[in-house]
């Protein structure tokens, strides 16, 4: 079945840097677009960035400039790399994709930004 595993998450200073990953198995890697998602508490889960099977981005208003995402299809992962972090992008952060019509969640990493 469709699993998707994030790991990088941690507690860093602001201006630092993380880089989350996501394994993914039980499908087509390589066939499938991509997404990193974040969630604080009491808020809606809200849209990162996402990536197309063909390598196009896409980044919210709030991370364009500081976070990168990628994807490795010789290794079915998945990656954003976090520069600048500010306090506001604490959050626990989770990939996403869709494959014959369902969605799947990872069950998500802590990313905690220290002012």
């Known amino acids: 079945q469709v699993q998707l595993v994030e790991s990088g998450g941690g507690l860093v200073q602001a201006g630092g840097s993380l880089r989350l990953s996501c394994a993914a198995s039980?499908?087509?890697?390589?066939?499938?677009?991509m997404g990193w998602y974040r969630q604080t508490p009491g808020k809606q889960r809200e849209l990162v960035a996402t990536i197309t099977s063909g390598g196009n981005t896409n980044y919210a208003d709030s991370v364009k400039g500081r976070f990168t995402i990628s994807r490795d299809n010789a290794k079915n992962s998945l990656f954003l790399q976090m520069n600048s972090l500010k306090p506001e992008d604490t959050a626990v952060y989770y990939c996403?994709?869709?494959?014959?019509?369902?969605?799947?969640w990872g069950l998500g990493t802590q990313v905690t930004v220290s002012s």
């Open positions: 039980g499908y087509i890697f390589s066939n499938s677009a």
């Open positions: 996403r994709t869709i494959v014959n019509g369902r969605i799947y």
